[in-house]
DNA sequence: AGCCAGGTTTAAT
DNA sequence: ATTAAACATGGC
């Protein structure tokens, strides 16, 4: 099989295994594969399947990625400028740095996740799904409903004995029936919205790509029409799926549970205070969020005490 | 053991 | 207006 390796040199610092570890949270991974520093994913660009690897030579000051894609279908430019947009790697994180290094008690969480970069998906769409499958709903949970789902409906790649699942595209989620996800374990509702998202994405009356040019306003309020998506869902959606770290999931569960351990409150505090505290991290208070999820999230698995 | 975990819509009071 | 119900795994 025919090969290809090649290498990208972030701006540091970078820290690859922050990164990962986000995938490896859960028990049950899916689509996205950290195990012993190597990440792995099926890319499907042009309808053409292809593994990657990735693997951190040099530690965050002088982290070097090396790429190995196979089988080496198409050039590297494409798969090098998708693997920079899902990692982060020409994201200004010094200037995020200084603007929230001025906030001394922050300044701990930074010093703990020194070049943690959030990670996007490849496409917007996923992110949308992703978010669907993510409501109300514990995220262990919701990693193994999605997984279900990405092994019915996605495309696979078999490479060394291990089988591989491409996210499912527009087109093979809007042909299916309702009924047929709900199966799965996901509730009738959301299996809904998943094939009416997919629908209107494949008859191209919505171009989530496109969007990620809008404007948030603009963006929440033609996206909130569709059922199944509300504010929560859209701001997500472009954190996770459009890079867009102005916006802040200020009703996101996780970061409220976040913002008052934080602020040592006893009582979990309210979208309110989470606007609050974010306000003076001005457009990068969706990546300050990100880092203080991720503080909360990991201090139970960590050595270093992130909060 | 039992509690609780990244919302949003719809249909019932 | 307000409320209830809907998808189920796993850490603590």
Not at 18 to 42: A, H, K, T
Not at 106 to 119: D, M, V
Not at 122 to 133: G, K, S
Request: hydrophobic share 40%; glycine share 6%.
């Amino acid at each position: 099989m025919r090969i290809m390796k090649f290498f990208i040199k972030p701006k540091p610092p970078f820290n690859f295994d922050l990164v990962g570890s986000l995938y490896s949270r859960f028990p049950i991974q899916c689509v996205d594969y950290y195990n012993n520093g190597v990440y792995e994913r099926v890319l499907e660009i042009k309808d053409k399947i292809q593994l990657i690897k990735i693997s951190s030579v040099g530690l965050v000051e002088k982290s070097k990625l090396l790429i190995e894609v196979l089988p080496d279908k198409f050039g590297k430019s494409l798969i090098k400028e998708k693997i920079k947009w899902m990692f982060g790697i020409d994201d200004n994180i010094k200037g995020f740095y200084k603007i929230a290094l001025k906030d001394k008690k922050f300044a701990q969480i930074i010093k703990n996740l020194y070049g943690l970069r959030p990670p996007k998906t490849p496409t917007v769409f996923e992110a949308l799904i992703i978010a669907i499958t993510e409501q109300q709903i514990a995220l262990s949970v919701a990693v193994a409903l999605r997984r279900r789902l990405v092994e019915k409906y996605g495309k696979s790649i078999k490479i060394n004995s291990k089988t591989y699942y491409t996210f499912p595209s527009p087109e093979s989620l809007a042909r299916v029936k309702p009924e047929e996800i709900k199966k799965l374990g996901l509730s009738l509702k959301k299996s809904e919205y998943i094939v009416d998202i997919s629908k209107k994405v494949v008859k191209q009356e919505i171009y989530l790509e496109k969007m990620k040019k809008w404007d948030k306003e603009r963006i929440l309020d033609v996206l909130t029409q569709i059922r199944g998506v509300g504010p929560w869902t859209v701001e997500y959606m472009m954190c996770r799926g459009m890079g867009r770290y102005d916006a802040l999931p200020a009703n996101d569960m996780g970061l409220r549970i976040s913002v008052t351990a934080y602020l040592n409150k006893k009582e979990r505090v309210a979208e309110q205070e989470v606007r609050k505290l974010f306000k003076s991290f001005g457009e990068y208070r969706g990546y300050a969020a990100f880092y203080l999820i991720y503080a909360y999230a990991f201090k139970r698995y960590s050595q270093e005490k992130l909060l």
